[in-house]
């Protein structure tokens, strides 16, 4: 099964670590990691705060969390690379061509959703897209317990 996790967004401040907090939250107990990075990350900057507050209000919190640029080496070594756009996973395979086999949406398992970026938008798109990321992580779960 899958023993890591990559999440892939643009800048790593928004989607990416709100959907690493809900994995891991979801995963706990389970030995799986899941981590994040983004395509055009702004790095060393953390959770953006609106984010952070949506995250909050569902008990979960990312305080540690630096935005990181995803590196060739991130998707050699994760077991599973899950991205927020389809664009993203485009920009995936021309890094790693095979990255292929084992990236995917996020929101696969709901019709392939893309979910969109909330970075610079109001309150009720990090709460539109938290809510979709959540429903995209419980539709993953059958996928990652094993």
């Not at 899941?34 to 790095?43: F, I, N, R, T």
């Not at 949506?54 to 935005?67: F, K, Q």
């Not at 690379?81 to 084992?102: C, D, T, W, Y």
């Amino acid at each position: 099964m899958f023993n890591s996790i990559l999440i892939v967004c643009v800048g790593n401040i928004c989607r990416s670590p709100t959907a690493e907090a809900i994995l891991k939250h979801k995963l706990e107990g389970t030995g799986i990691q899941v981590s994040s990075a983004g395509l055009g990350a702004l790095v060393g900057k953390p959770v953006d705060a609106s984010a952070a507050e949506v995250m909050a209000e569902h008990g979960l919190a990312l305080p540690d969390h630096s935005a990181r640029q995803l590196t060739t080496e991130m998707l050699h070594s994760a077991d599973l690379v899950l991205a927020m756009e389809n664009r993203h996973l485009q920009s995936i395979f021309k890094m790693v061509p095979e990255a292929r086999g084992k990236s995917f949406l996020f929101g696969r398992w709901l019709g392939g959703c893309e979910t969109p970026d909330p970075y610079r938008q109001s309150r009720p798109a990090f709460v539109h897209v938290y809510n979709i990321l959540d429903k995209s992580a419980n539709a993953w779960l059958p996928y990652l317990k094993k």
